[in-house]
């Protein structure tokens, strides 16, 4: 007993393969009964961009949380069109879970999020704009106060327009005092939103 | 010939080089680093003899060995370290993560003992110097201690083992009597029996292919190198760490980092000692 180097016993892999480790394989992995298996197969499918649908479908199905991060960081490593094509769908769901691994993943790839982003503050679902204020509140793209100065001129939903008046608090500058006094100014009846547009204009100045 | 300060790194090289690195190794420097970075960029193309930087980065990207790749990261990564460094998780290492680990395990069974990155070995050495002046089971279990680095002239100092009077400053004087012996230079050579008890590897933290042969570890250091990877690498290096790890097993991090910023993955477990991470045990019990 005490100390024993492990070169004696060389480290191996110790979990059996069911499935091979190329697409195929680490594709029908993913269906595994086993969390493990799982999750090892969402690990290594960051190592193919192709699998981008078949990572976001699993997301809709998986309930192990572990395997969750997995494939949320795959679909962040790939960081492409695909990616975020199969990270989309998932700021419609329920489990919020999932819209939250969904904006901080889309997050991460301003390249492939940015040409989404005029579409999804269109979207007849004012959720789904929230959530994608929410990920402007993330997103690293020099586009990101222009898109949310257009939230506050344009949105219909005062919950839509209190939520970008939020991250513009933060992450807003000069530029942006005026779609503030617009927003005030549209939401006139709404005491919160000229409340926030104020708290907002003020630590702007102060900055 | 040309000097270093002839050699200059424009913000377009620095851009270049930035995104090779980060997608070769997922270590990521910011725009503060510039001096860093620069300094040591120079020094490489210096020593490859090129003329400027799109010289040396044409050669570095068509070196199908990978020595100048590795060169850089050698260059690149910082390894000052030294023995008992922030050894309050190692008291906690000792004094509560072993006895939990031990729950779980038959005597006689295996420990695993991981610590990355090894930087020069200070601290895999004084992971094993506390297991043998501290743990009382220590002859009750075999204890296997792995450590691994991207860097690999670290990686062969570490075996070297021979250390300036700095590294060891802070471990009791009876203990450097102990385990090391005194050179002419006034260096410390450490025990040859030490470092035979430490199984040494390059391992690329943030690369699935380097980490996947790591599992069933009970015990992870994994301190000061997450502050060297973006968001991305580090919730890559974190589901590493957790698919390397038993259940129930633990990370410890630089008191400066923070998993839970990085991942859910894992449940905080403070002890008297430490706050450290642990892996959940099947069912989702800690």
Redesign the interface.
């Known amino acids: 007993?005490?100390?024993?180097?492990?070169?004696a016993e060389p480290?191996?892999?110790?979990?059996e393969r069911e499935h091979a480790r190329d697409l195929p394989g680490l594709v029908a992995a993913l269906k595994s009964g086993d969390a493990?298996q799982r999750?090892?197969a969402a690990?290594?499918l960051?190592?193919h961009p192709q699998a981008a649908p078949t990572l976001g479908a699993q997301l809709l199905a998986e309930r192990d949380?572990?395997v969750r991060?997995?494939l949320f960081?795959s679909l962040?490593?790939h960081a492409s069109d695909e990616a975020a094509n199969a990270l989309l769908p998932l700021l419609r769901s329920e489990d919020a879970g999932l819209r939250n691994g969904a904006i901080e993943a889309l997050a991460?790839m301003p390249a492939a999020a940015g040409p989404r982003i005029t579409a999804l503050l269109r979207d007849a679902d004012p959720d789904v704009r929230i959530f994608t204020v929410n990920l402007l509140g993330e997103l690293k793209h020099e586009q990101v106060t222009r898109w949310l100065a257009g939230v506050l001129e344009h949105d219909p939903a005062v919950n839509v327009v209190a939520a970008a008046i939020e991250v513009l608090a933060e992450v807003g500058g000069a530029a942006q005092l005026p779609a503030l006094d617009t927003a005030a100014r549209r939401f006139a009846d709404d005491p919160f939103v000229g409340f926030a547009a104020q708290v907002a204009a003020d630590r702007i100045r102060a900055a | 010939m040309k000097t270093a300060a002839r050699i200059r790194i424009s913000d377009t090289d620095f851009q270049k080089f930035r995104d090779y690195f980060y997608r070769k190794t997922g270590i990521h420097f910011d725009d503060n680093k510039r001096y860093f970075v620069d300094k040591r960029l120079v020094d490489r193309i210096e020593a490859g003899g090129h003329e400027d930087f799109r010289s040396w980065f044409i050669a570095l990207r068509f070196d199908a060995r990978g020595d100048e790749l590795q060169q850089l990261v050698n260059a690149m990564t910082v390894n000052e370290t030294y023995f008992f460094r922030e050894n309050y998780q190692f008291d906690c290492m000792v004094n509560d993560m072993l006895a939990e680990v031990v729950k779980h395990k038959k005597r006689?069974e295996?420990i695993?003992i991981w610590s990355v990155p090894s930087s020069t070995g200070e601290e895999p050495y004084t992971i094993?110097i506390y297991?043998?002046e501290r743990w009382p089971l220590?002859?009750?279990?075999?204890?296997?201690?792995?450590s691994s680095d991207i860097d690999t002239a670290v990686l062969d100092q570490a075996q070297r083992a021979v250390y300036s009077p700095r590294s060891v400053g802070q471990m009791p004087r009876e203990l450097v009597d102990k385990y090391f012996r005194r050179l002419p230079t006034g260096e410390h050579a450490l025990s040859r029996d030490?470092v035979?008890?430490?199984?040494f590897?390059r391992v690329n933290l943030a690369d699935?292919a380097d980490t996947?042969?790591?599992?069933?570890i009970d015990i992870i250091f994994c301190r000061n190198l997450l502050i060297y990877f973006d968001?991305?690498s580090r919730?890559?290096a974190a589901?590493a760490m957790?698919?390397a790890l038993s259940p129930g097993g633990f990370v410890c991090l630089g008191h400066s980092e923070s998993m839970s910023r990085i991942?859910?993955?894992f449940t905080v477990r403070r002890f008297p000692d430490a706050m450290v991470y642990q892996k959940p045990l099947s069912g989702g019990q800690s």
Do not use: C, H
């Open positions: 007993m005490g100390l024993r180097k492990a070169a480290l191996r892999e110790v979990v493990e999750r090892w690990r290594d960051a190592a949380g572990s991060e997995a960081t962040a490593t991460g | 006689g295996r695993r094993a297991l043998l220590i002859e009750q279990y075999d204890v296997e201690i792995l030490l035979a008890a430490v199984e590897s699935p996947r042969r790591f599992r069933d968001d991305l919730r890559v589901e957790f698919d991942s859910n993955l």
